[in-house]
């Protein structure tokens, strides 16, 4: 994941673009269709929070919100 999503490479957005680059021995920055991710090289995720949450009796329960620092 870490190579195709901190690039460097041609940015692309779905992944039938990804996948015919790839194939073509192309490198890629995969950007997504909602958010560009980039990773450390331990895989940790940087600078984008995500919420945490369970359901519970059928509800969205919020736990917190994790990550979020660059």
Do not use: C, S
């Not at 890629?28 to 090289?41: C, P, R, S, V």
Request: glycine residues 18%.
């Amino acid at each position: 994941i870490i190579p195709i999503t901190n690039g460097p490479g041609t940015k692309v957005a779905t992944g039938v673009e990804a996948l015919a680059l790839v194939r073509k021995g192309e490198a890629i920055d995969f950007t997504g269709a909602g958010q560009d991710l980039k990773f450390d090289q331990r895989g940790e995720l940087l600078g984008r929070p995500f919420l945490h949450q369970i359901i519970r009796d059928g509800k969205d329960v919020v736990l917190g919100t994790v990550g979020g620092a660059a």
